[in-house]
């Protein structure tokens, strides 16, 4: 079905299969060479990029709908990921932007239901950056990482909805334990310090960083060294699941 006619049909019967007026947002946070990567979406129809989002089945639930759309734009199940904001201010630029892209699918009208405000339900969610397969969906053209500090330009008021993830990942750095979706399954310590730093945007006492999350007692370390690495290979180590996931629910209690 081409594109402007699953428009009309949104127009004409999607209120009947979706929420009015709500919608989700999804911040994608990966980690890759030492940078901290967001997946953007080219948007079709609007100048910028977009986060992936989209509407709430009438019989979904809000937590449900954000899984779906994860698992859509990156190809991957089990997503860690967490509300952090609800965005319903006044002046959120829906009208302008909308009514070009509608106008451009051939929908005229400005009185149709997706032309009314909106507010966003804002998810972030860490995943593997190199187990994603990134996808783009019908009102976008392209699908792709950007570092989450060298943002281009975005539609709306996204570039907002990312620097409010950014924050609210920050802070979760300090009760709950991020390591595990976003390095491979063996890591070093340099390594997961490089992660830390990179989240906070600051250099982190390589002691001080070490005997705090070997204090959480997450962590595993293996007897083989990383190899090709002067003048003292560091082991590697491995998330205790175990551990983590009573980490996750009960916090660390530490201040990086």
Same mark, same amino acid.
């Given at each position: 079905?081409?594109?402007?006619?699953?428009?009309?049909?949104?127009?004409?019967?999607?209120?009947?299969?979706?929420?009015?007026?709500?919608?989700?947002?999804?911040?994608?946070?990966?980690?890759?060479?030492?940078?901290?990567?967001?997946?953007?979406?080219?948007?079709?129809?609007?100048?910028?990029?977009?986060?992936?989002?989209?509407?709430?089945?009438? @019989? %979904?639930?809000?937590?449900?709908?954000?899984?779906?759309? +994860?698992? /859509? $734009?990156?190809?991957? &199940?089990?997503? *860690?990921?967490?509300?952090?904001?609800?965005?319903?201010?006044?002046?959120?630029?829906?009208?302008?932007?909308?009514?070009?892209?509608? @106008? %451009?699918?051939?929908?005229?009208?400005?009185?149709?239901? +997706?032309? /009314? $405000?909106?507010?966003? &339900?804002?998810? *972030?969610?860490?995943?593997?950056?190199?187990?994603?397969?990134?996808?783009?969906?019908?009102?976008?053209?392209?699908?792709?990482?950007?570092?989450?500090?060298?943002?281009?330009?975005?539609?709306?008021?996204?570039?907002?909805?990312?620097?409010?993830?950014?924050?609210?990942?920050?802070?979760?750095?300090?009760?709950?334990?991020?390591?595990?979706?976003?390095?491979?399954?063996?890591?070093?310590?340099?390594?997961?310090?490089?992660?830390?730093?990179?989240?906070?945007?600051?250099?982190?006492?390589?002691?001080?960083?070490?005997?705090?999350?070997?204090?959480?007692?997450?962590?595993?370390?293996?007897?083989?060294?990383?190899?090709?690495?002067?003048?003292?290979?560091?082991?590697?180590?491995?998330?205790?699941?175990?551990?983590?996931?009573?980490?996750?629910?009960?916090?660390?209690?530490?201040?990086?």
């Amino acid at each position: 079905m081409a594109f402007n006619q699953e428009i009309k049909q949104l127009f004409a019967k999607g209120h009947e299969s979706y929420l009015r007026n709500i919608s989700i947002d999804c911040i994608i946070f990966g980690f890759n060479a030492g940078e901290l990567k967001i997946l953007l979406l080219k948007a079709k129809f609007a100048r910028g990029w977009a986060l992936p989002g989209g509407l709430i089945g009438r @019989e %979904e639930d809000i937590d449900s709908a954000a899984h779906r759309t +994860l698992e /859509e $734009r990156t190809g991957l &199940v089990d997503i *860690y990921m967490q509300q952090f904001k609800v965005f319903g201010q006044a002046d959120r630029a829906t009208q302008v932007v909308n009514k070009k892209l509608w @106008e %451009e699918a051939g929908i005229k009208n400005d009185k149709g239901w +997706l032309f /009314e $405000r909106f507010i966003t &339900v804002g998810y *972030y969610a860490l995943v593997d950056f190199n187990k994603a397969t990134p996808s783009f969906d019908g009102f976008s053209t392209e699908a792709e990482w950007f570092n989450v500090y060298e943002l281009p330009e975005m539609i709306m008021d996204h570039a907002s909805l990312v620097a409010d993830a950014l924050e609210f990942l920050r802070l979760q750095l300090n009760y709950r334990p991020v390591g595990y979706s976003l390095l491979p399954e063996k890591f070093t310590m340099p390594e997961l310090q490089k992660l830390y730093e990179t989240i906070l945007g600051r250099t982190l006492d390589r002691r001080n960083f070490q005997r705090k999350i070997l204090g959480v007692g997450i962590l595993k370390r293996l007897k083989d060294r990383k190899v090709g690495v002067t003048p003292k290979a560091p082991y590697y180590y491995r998330f205790d699941m175990k551990k983590y996931q009573q980490a996750l629910s009960n916090g660390m209690g530490f201040q990086l």
